[in-house]
C-alpha cells in the first residue's frame, strides 16, 4: 500500500514564506511528484511537479516564488514557498504518480491535504 503524508503547512502573512514536505511510504518506484491545491469554491489544480530526472513545470501563478525539489533516495518532495500571497491560500496536497511492485501496474497517489493560509 502506497501512502503520501504531508506537512509544513499553516498560517503565514503575505510576503512570508513556508516550505512544505511529502514522504511517499510503500512499494513503489515513482516517475513523477508534485503538488496541487484546492481553494474553496475552486477545482484542484496543479501547483508544480518534477521527474526522477529533475525536470520540473510550474503553474505560472507560482514561477518565481515558489521552489519544488526532491529527494529521490527517500522518496520525498519538498514545495517551498516564498513571497506567498493570500491568494495562495488552498489545501496542499502531494501527487505521486509511478509502479507498484506488487502488482507491476502504474498508478497514481494523492495526501491527505495540508492547509496552507495567507493572511495579514
Known amino acids: 500500500q502506497v501512502q503520501l503524508v504531508e506537512s509544513g503547512g499553516g498560517l503565514v502573512q503575505p510576503g512570508g514564506s513556508l516550505r512544505l514536505s511529502c514522504a511517499a511510504s510503500?512499494?513503489?518506484?515513482?516517475?513523477?511528484m508534485g503538488w496541487y491545491r484546492q481553494a474553496p469554491w475552486k477545482q484542484r489544480e496543479l501547483v508544480a511537479l518534477i521527474t526522477t530526472g529533475g525536470v520540473t513545470n510550474y503553474a505560472d501563478s507560482v514561477k518565481g516564488r515558489f521552489t519544488i525539489s526532491r529527494d529521490n533516495a527517500k522518496n520525498t518532495v519538498f514545495l517551498q514557498m516564498n513571497s506567498l500571497k493570500p491568494e495562495d491560500t488552498a489545501v496542499y496536497y502531494c501527487n505521486a504518480y509511478g509502479r507498484t511492485y506488487s502488482s507491476g501496474g502504474y498508478g497514481t497517489y494523492w495526501g491527505q491535504g495540508t492547509q496552507v493560509t495567507v493572511s495579514s
Open positions: 510503500g512499494s513503489i518506484s515513482i516517475n513523477v
